[in-house]
């Protein structure tokens, strides 16, 4: 008996699909006005992740009273507070102290001697694992040369994964689960020489 409902509404639901699908068809909704609109409110969306998220571009300026121990933590700075530009509610107040030059201070950022010139210090992780931070991931993190883990777990990242990951030539451990990004795979991710670890 409750096969035959099962298949009675499966039949009701195919049914009615067809009907609709029949329905539209019988609109001759031509196939250009289905694409412009879709067109349209794809524009739309990307004007909303505009205004919601900031632009693509927010190069983040250094002043020039920050004093750097090398180029490398110059380039950190300009990431990290890139990144900072577009988050838009960081409740745990993770980055709050993302504020001047000493980057390897900022909390979720890690620093170690950079494998290629032991003499200098690097930021070499980054560790926001449920932080619940808004926002998204800056084409600027590229910048971020020496990092060898970058673990965003549990957060409110949205977007897509920047093709300048392709720079993070040391990055081992990737770990972006339980965010909001949307798009198709990050392929860049398959392009990285040193990946091991790797949670989408
Ligand atoms: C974060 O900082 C804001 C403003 O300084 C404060 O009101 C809030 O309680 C802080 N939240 C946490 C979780 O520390
Ligand atoms: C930043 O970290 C260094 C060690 O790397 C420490 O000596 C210094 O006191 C810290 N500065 C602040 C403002 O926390």
């Given at each position: 008996m409750k096969e035959k409902i099962h298949i009675l509404l499966s039949f009701t639901f195919l049914t009615l699909f067809c009907l609709s699908?029949?329905?539209t068809q019988q609109f001759h909704i031509p196939n250009n006005a289905v694409l412009a609109q879709a067109s349209h409110i794809k524009q739309r969306q990307l004007l909303y992740y505009k205004d919601k998220f900031g632009s693509r571009n927010e190069l983040a300026s250094v002043p020039h009273s920050l004093v750097f121990d090398n180029p490398r933590l110059k380039n950190a700075y300009i990431a990290l507070h890139a990144w900072k530009l577009t988050i838009i509610s960081d409740p745990l107040n993770f980055t709050s102290n993302w504020v001047g030059s000493n980057v390897c201070n900022y909390t979720g950022v890690f620093?170690?001697?950079a494998l290629d010139d032991p003499s200098i210090q690097t930021v070499a992780g980054i560790d926001l694992n449920h932080a619940n931070i808004a926002g998204y991931l800056p084409d600027e993190l590229g910048l971020l040369s020496d990092i060898a883990l970058f673990h965003?777990?549990?957060n409110r990242?949205?977007?897509t994964v920047p093709t300048s990951f392709k720079k993070l030539k040391l990055l081992f451990e990737l770990d972006l689960s339980?965010?909001?990004f949307a798009g198709r795979f990050p392929y860049v991710v398959l392009g990285l020489p040193s990946l091991?670890?790797?949670d989408l």
């Amino acid at each position: 008996m409750k096969e035959k409902i099962h298949i009675l509404l499966s039949f009701t639901f195919l049914t009615l699909f067809c009907l609709s699908t029949s329905t539209t068809q019988q609109f001759h909704i031509p196939n250009n006005a289905v694409l412009a609109q879709a067109s349209h409110i794809k524009q739309r969306q990307l004007l909303y992740y505009k205004d919601k998220f900031g632009s693509r571009n927010e190069l983040a300026s250094v002043p020039h009273s920050l004093v750097f121990d090398n180029p490398r933590l110059k380039n950190a700075y300009i990431a990290l507070h890139a990144w900072k530009l577009t988050i838009i509610s960081d409740p745990l107040n993770f980055t709050s102290n993302w504020v001047g030059s000493n980057v390897c201070n900022y909390t979720g950022v890690f620093c170690s001697n950079a494998l290629d010139d032991p003499s200098i210090q690097t930021v070499a992780g980054i560790d926001l694992n449920h932080a619940n931070i808004a926002g998204y991931l800056p084409d600027e993190l590229g910048l971020l040369s020496d990092i060898a883990l970058f673990h965003i777990n549990s957060n409110r990242f949205c977007g897509t994964v920047p093709t300048s990951f392709k720079k993070l030539k040391l990055l081992f451990e990737l770990d972006l689960s339980n965010n909001c990004f949307a798009g198709r795979f990050p392929y860049v991710v398959l392009g990285l020489p040193s990946l091991k670890y790797r949670d989408l």
